[in-house]
């Protein structure tokens, strides 16, 4: 099966088309013209003139606003946009994608740039949607920075930082401060002030294991909400015991690793040193062969 | 078939000079990754050559008018093939269901080498064709495209235990198609 697939031949795209794409670039443009002798001062002060208008009154980078109402507006950077108990708005990302601002949440436009496109929600609920390379759009949250790697995703944050990452589609990278989770799609991540990201789960994952991660990551739960974590895991909650191979004490270290591979067998091209040591790499490679259990 | 990962390193330097607006990078870029498109577009729009242009033509637009964004940290074929996948899936909610077309191009051999590996990618590419959009673009991306599960993952906007579960289906599937078609 796969070698026929395989067999499938290349085609050759036709010459036409890059003939189309350059009529379209071209489009916009228009043909160099010459300028009388006459005008050339007249010409130049004109366009001084427009550069020093546009120095003074060029638009500030922003987002398109749409309120609940209908009406229209937009947030530039470093304005703030605060909606009510009962209102909400939509954001337009650039050509990316939108950002719904739910009801009492408060959220300011940090950047919007072609490599960055930015915003901070202080307090409140947002759903992101976006379709852009990985990494350019972020939301800081008191606590996290949520980093898109292509998908569609809800957070909810409080004043202080506590919240709770739901991503719906594709992934999403949450650090802060050294600390990195990973949340695929139907699986969440609790933030806390002062820690950042807890440990991702499943949304379908036992209600006992949800809660003993949330002692384990923010109550100092120890001991007692490890063995809960490790014995209430599935197959694919190895999602969440990969992310506490590195955050728990390095004595635990052993029990989880041991719990990680009676779910699923340790991967031929996985060491098992090299893990246990938490060797980036080791890791990243038995992350990507774990995750075709998630 | 090669696999663009390899092509990524060699793109670096035509990339920066398109995020100038070097026009020739531009040409190299299309160069480089045209063929891979426009197959793509081909076999998922089974064998509409008008269909599988438009879309290469409204690809390379829009990663021409979008680079700047591309910032290199992540990997620039994830980013392509994520414009190609959704450029594909856009074209096929407007459009109608078409009729299957076999177009596949020979590649150099003996006539009857060449008869036999044309048949075959024909009942390949019809099989291919009648699978559900979601199975069929998987396929195409592992396959074809030879991308790897993150990759795949991230074109295709899902986990990649789901890209498993939907290559895994689609095998099944073209393997019943298949031996119907025999």
């Not at chain 1, 796969?2 to 085609?11: A, G, N, T």
């Not at chain 1, 050339?40 to 004109?46: G, T």
């Not at chain 1, 954001?91 to 939108?98: Q, S």
């Not at chain 1, 800081?140 to 589609?169: I, K, Q, W």
Request: proline fraction near 5%; aromatic fraction near 8%; hydrophobic fraction near 40%.
């Amino acid at each position: 099966m796969s070698d026929e697939l395989k067999d499938l031949p290349l085609v050759k795209a036709p010459d036409a088309i890059w003939a189309r794409i350059e009529a379209e670039l071209d489009r916009p443009s228009q043909s160099p013209r010459r300028f009388l002798p006459g005008f050339a001062w007249a010409c130049a002060f004109a366009a001084m003139l427009i550069i020093g208008l546009y120095v003074l009154y060029r638009p500030k980078a922003e987002w398109d606003v749409v309120r609940a109402d209908g009406s229209k507006g937009k947030i530039a950077v470093g304005d703030w946009l605060e909606t009510g108990a009962a209102s909400k708005a939509v954001l337009t990302v650039g050509d990316i994608g939108t950002v719904e601002v739910h009801p009492n949440t408060r959220v300011r436009l940090e950047a919007a740039k072609p490599g960055e496109q930015r915003l901070k929600l202080a307090r409140g609920d947002i759903s992101a949607t976006v379709t852009a390379p990985p990494r350019l759009f972020i939301v800081d949250t008191p606590a996290s920075t949520a980093f898109d790697l292509g998908c569609a995703y809800t957070m909810h944050a409080d004043e202080d930082g506590n919240g709770l990452l739901r991503v719906t589609l594709g992934w999403v990278s949450l650090e802060w401060a050294g600390r990195e989770s990973l949340v695929p799609a139907g699986a969440s991540c609790r933030t806390h002030a002062k820690v950042g990201p807890g440990t991702p789960y499943f949304d379908d994952a036992s209600q006992a294991l949800q809660d003993a991660l949330k002692q384990f990551d923010f109550e100092n739960g120890g001991e007692p909400a490890l063995e809960m974590a490790l014995s209430e895991s599935r197959v694919r909650d190895t999602l969440t015991l990969w992310h506490l191979l590195s955050r728990v004490a390095p004595v635990d270290r052993q029990r989880v690793f041991q719990r990680m591979v009676q779910l699923v067998p340790l991967p031929q091209s996985v060491s098992a040193d090299k893990a246990l040591q938490l060797d980036p790499e080791t890791l990243k490679l038995w992350r990507e062969e774990l995750a075709w259990k998630w | 078939m090669a696999g663009l990962g390899d092509l990524d390193e060699i793109s670096a330097d035509i990339i920066e000079s398109c995020r100038r607006g070097d026009r020739d990078a531009f040409r190299a870029l299309y160069e480089t990754y045209k063929d891979k498109v426009y197959s793509i577009a081909l076999y998922f729009f089974h064998g509409d050559a008008s269909a599988a242009s438009d879309i290469t033509q409204q690809v390379f637009l829009k990663l021409i008018r979008d680079i700047a964004q591309f910032r290199g940290e992540s990997g620039f074929s994830t980013w392509l093939y994520r414009l190609v996948v959704n450029a594909c899936m856009d074209a096929a909610r407007r459009a109608k269901p078409r009729e299957i077309v076999a177009d596949t191009r020979s590649e150099p051999g003996s006539q009857e080498e060449d008869f036999a590996r044309r048949q075959r990618a024909q009942s390949v590419q019809a099989a291919l064709s009648a699978l559900p959009v979601k199975f069929r673009l998987p396929m195409l991306l592992r396959y074809f495209e030879d991308l790897s599960y993150q990759e795949m993952a991230r074109a295709l906007g899902c986990s990649m235990g789901t890209v498993a579960s939907r290559l895994s289906r689609g095998h099944r599937m073209l393997a019943q198609k298949l031996e119907s078609l025999r």
